[in-house]
């Protein structure tokens, strides 16, 4: 069994909440898609040259390769949210009351404060 995450990738301590503890300690799955996406990129890649590779394309390639760093970045619990840090769920709507922000959101909120 996996030790519950107590931090989130910015290391601030995660409050004492259920739903925000269960987001931060599931999020390497969702991390772990995004890698597996990588990854068959990467292997269509190389199969390019290959005799059975000839009709794969670099848009496909591509493809795979942005929806990888999307879900890392618009998908993915990555900070508790600076707003209401979990305390406000159901009232904020900075991170939809979720408690917590994706790293592109959360660049956002930093770069407006
Ligand atoms: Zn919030």
Redesign the pocket.
Known sequence: MARPTRHDERGQPLPADKQVMSAFADSHKIRAVADTLEEEALELRSLQSSPAGGRIDDQIVSDLLVKAKHIREYCTPYAL?P????K??GK????H???W?PRSAWKIWKAST
């Open positions: 949210c707003a209401c840090e979990a406000r769920i904020c709507k900075a991170c009351d979720r408690g922000m």
